[in-house]
């Protein structure tokens, strides 16, 4: 599974910006799909996450009621709708597939595939 994370950019705080993961096989739409990021300096951080099975979707507490994921089987495609940004959401963010379900979600180390980074920046 190849994953294309786009959508990144510069916003002002409280502005919006939706991030998407675009998956290359046909496979995707049974993985389950993470968002993780990673500030300068800081470990990587898990953000949200939808499950394959049951669409049922996790959230970090930091992004609960500002952020939104959701999966378009269709278009194989996982996307992440950020709004009311603050700028210690500023960090390259990753989407990441597994083939996991519930609280593992949760981890890094669960996701097999992951794409490459797409940069936020929200200024203050």
């Known amino acids: 599974v190849q994953l294309q994370a786009s959508g990144g950019g510069l916003v002002q705080h409280g502005g919006s910006l939706r991030l998407s993961c675009a998956g290359t096989?046909?496979?995707?739409?049974?993985?389950?799909v993470g968002w993780f990021r990673q500030a300068p300096g800081k470990e990587r951080e898990f953000v949200a996450a939808?499950?394959?099975?049951?669409?049922?979707?996790y959230y970090a507490d930091s992004v609960k009621g500002r952020f939104t994921i959701s999966r378009d089987n269709a278009k194989n495609m996982v996307n992440l709708q950020m709004n009311g940004l603050r700028p210690e959401d500023t960090a390259l963010y990753y989407c990441?597939?597994?083939?996991?379900?519930?609280?593992?979600?949760?981890?890094?180390?669960?996701?097999?595939?992951w794409g490459q980074g797409t940069q936020v920046t929200v200024s203050s």
């Open positions: 096989a046909q496979s995707f739409n049974i993985w389950s």
């Open positions: 939808i499950s394959y099975r049951d669409r049922k979707t």
């Open positions: 990441a597939g597994s083939g996991y379900g519930g609280n593992q979600l949760y981890t890094a180390a669960y996701y097999p595939y």
